[in-house]
């Protein structure tokens, strides 16, 4: 009785006294690196492409460390639901795994001035690669018209003549092949079934889209497919390079050589790839060219685009833009991206007609 | 009971009395309010999907009836399927608990089957990647080896086994200590008399509980399914991590191959969907609502007509 008289009020101090303590701990650490110049003030608001979420929390920190005045919100809902977003004014900029239609172009865009319209400034760029984990087979050769039979359904066995062919060395099994694609809509579903429409176009009919088109064994997010293709048997499989972990992946074939995704390779075929005819001179739209035959290249990549107007209503907020997406693009953001997020960073060259387009921005 | 003596006798309210009924009150027009509120948003929000245009919808489906058709088959398909496989062992269980088990061992095993109800789904979604697919996907291969001519269990079986199989068994794990609770609850009820009538008549204890508890306890056992198989029908996110989803009617059981949820759908597309697509997946949920209200009316019809011979009265 007497102990619980008085030992729960010790207990209560004891455990108050802890949290206030460590409380004065964490404020103590944060003004501790307020040694910032910046000038720049205000919100900033996007929406967007889930896949550059992460990529876009590592810039949000890095870029608020540097200028305590400004606060960053990326809210990832979506590529389509980002543009939407961004043309009716709800936000500042728009992240998206594809470039604006010429449907949407030829619109108004609330946030920015009257008569002005946006640009696409491609800003991340995500090697996918194919993984896969069969029995005894560690390198694993692959061109677009196989990987489009294997994931259409039309090859069924890992011992096909079509697989055997490009890897005469490898002991394939006679088993059957379980290809696994996103069950959730996604943008790297987009740009892979792109790749095959472009690069395999007498075998993969349907057109692009964030839904897998055909059957097979579907998983929920990246996360997903790695883990299905890791505890599965016989597996095969496309997810964002960085996630793969310790799986194996595929090289694919690029004029007449067998390429594996390096970083370099990615960056290189966006930057080797041609802006979308049509459009505005300072819309980096990029054609991806997934037929390319540059062994230096890597085909099968997912480029997103930071989505800004030329001319913002509001002067103060296009400042803010144009610092943020300037930071996105430079080395320093790459690289915060790289080690955040996997991203391959940019080229020098298209760091530069970034920036171009940026300097123009008001 | 005559309006006379109604109007004449009026007993004093006191102030804990008014506060008291108006509480219940308050409490029981709020919960109509919720349903209500969510039923019309539903509504509202789900009117576009059923005029949207063709290409809004992903795949071959061209109209809302075709997109939502084997979401509806995939939910109950796999709650029915679980709740084949919960049922019996949660009857199992609380039978065990009620009346065999001694008396320390029932109440501890009781708070296990209580504490299954309190892990995440999430967690169950993980075990069911991470353990169960793999540990039961050579038990696949040989079911389908040798009873393949049997059209649910037909080939090609899925190489992970994250099969519409494996998330019935997931969403039995998760319904069971719902139905088990219940069922162990109504069992407990049963009149003592009863049960020591039955055995004096020289029943023994199976044959006692066949007589005097399982009638006793059947409208319970049904209401606890069916508690069991709202949740089971209403269940995201496991089934989200854990099946391998396609876009048609699939009978078969242990193909990669496997119709989706409703519930996991939504979960699956709402964060990429924009404009109408938000739409047409929400009025997938709304059809949700309608399956559950018909099942929980089917429910009650069966509680209410089995209500007399069930040996409660």
Request: proline share 5%.
């Amino acid at each position: 009785m007497n102990f619980k008289r008085f030992g729960r009020p010790a207990v209560i101090a004891i455990a108050a006294g802890l949290a206030l303590s460590s409380c004065a701990a964490n404020e103590g650490a944060t003004p501790a690196d307020d040694a910032s110049a910046s000038t720049l003030t205000g919100t900033l608001n996007g929406a967007g492409a889930s896949s550059m979420d992460a990529a876009q929390q590592a810039w949000i920190a890095g870029f608020q460390t540097a200028n305590t005045g400004v606060t960053i919100n990326y809210e990832p809902s979506g590529s389509g639901g980002g543009r939407e977003a961004f043309i009716a004014g709800g936000t500042d900029f728009a992240g998206s795994d594809s470039y604006m239609s010429e449907e949407e172009l030829a619109g108004t865009f609330a946030s920015c001035a009257p008569d002005s319209k946006a640009v696409d400034l491609p800003v991340y760029i995500s090697p996918i690669a194919v993984i896969f984990n069969v029995d005894g087979v560690d390198e694993l050769n692959m061109d677009a018209d196989t990987l489009a039979k294997i994931f259409s359904g039309a090859i069924t066995t890992w011992d096909d003549e079509a697989i055997v062919a490009l890897n005469p060395d490898a002991t394939l099994p006679s088993e059957t092949i379980n290809a696994v694609h996103r069950s959730d809509d996604s943008g790297t579903t987009k740009n892979f079934t792109d790749y095959l429409g472009q690069a395999a176009a007498d075998v993969w009919t349907e057109k692009a889209s964030d839904t897998f088109p055909f059957g097979g064994e579907g998983a929920k997010g990246t996360s997903g497919v790695v883990d299905a293709v890791t505890n599965g048997t016989n597996m095969i499989g496309y997810a964002d390079a960085s996630q793969a972990g310790s799986l194996s992946t595929a090289k694919l074939k690029v004029g007449d050589e067998f390429v594996a995704y390096t970083p370099e390779a990615a960056a290189e075929v966006v930057a080797g790839s041609p802006l979308v005819e049509g459009r505005a001179a300072d819309d980096l739209a990029l054609d991806l060219n997934r037929k390319t035959t540059n062994p230096a290249e890597y085909p099968l990549v997912l480029v997103s685009y930071a989505i800004v107007c030329n001319e913002y209503a509001d002067p103060a907020q296009g400042e803010l833009v144009k610092a943020y997406i300037e930071y996105i693009a430079s080395a320093a953001g790459q690289t915060v991206a790289e080690e955040a997020a996997g991203v391959a960073p940019l080229t020098a060259e298209l760091e530069a007609n970034v920036a171009a387009v940026l300097a123009t921005v008001k | 009971m005559t309006t006379a003596a109604a109007t004449t006798i009026k007993a004093r309210q006191r102030p804990g009395d008014r506060i008291f009924s108006s509480a219940t009150l308050i409490a029981g027009g709020l919960i109509l309010a919720v349903l209500a509120a969510v039923a019309i948003f539903l509504l509202v929000e789900s009117l576009p999907a059923f005029i949207a245009d063709p290409g809004e919808f992903s795949g071959d489906t061209t109209n809302f009836w075709s997109y939502v058709g084997p979401l509806v088959f995939g939910t109950i398909y796999s709650a029915i399927l679980a709740l084949i496989m919960a049922v019996p062992v949660a009857i199992g269980i609380a039978l065990f608990i009620s009346h065999f088990a001694p008396r320390k061992l029932a109440q501890g095993l009781g708070y296990l089957v209580d504490l299954l109800a309190a892990v995440p789904s999430v967690v169950f979604g993980l075990w069911g990647i991470g353990v169960l697919a793999p540990l039961v996907q050579p038990f696949y291969s040989n079911l389908v080896d040798w009873f393949g001519w049997f059209p649910p269990f037909a080939g090609p079986v899925s190489g992970t086994g994250r099969t519409i199989f494996t998330v019935a068994i997931v969403l039995a794990v998760m319904i069971l200590p719902i139905i088990t609770a219940i069922c162990r609850e109504i069992f407990l009820q049963t009149p003592l008399l009863h049960e020591e009538a039955a055995l004096a008549l020289g029943a023994t204890r199976w044959e006692m509980i066949r007589m005097a508890v399982l009638p006793f306890g059947l409208p319970g056992i049904i209401s606890a399914s069916m508690l069991g198989l709202g949740r089971a029908l209403g269940e995201t996110m496991a089934v989200a991590m854990v099946l391998s989803p396609s876009r048609e009617v699939i009978f078969q059981l242990l193909t990669s191959q496997n119709s989706n949820t409703i519930a996991s759908n939504i979960a699956l597309n709402f964060p990429e969907a924009h404009g109408v697509g938000v739409n047409i997946l929400l009025a997938t949920g709304l059809m949700l609502f309608v399956v559950t209200l018909l099942v929980n009316m089917l429910a009650r019809t069966i509680i209410n007509s089995r209500k007399a011979f069930s040996g409660a009265n």
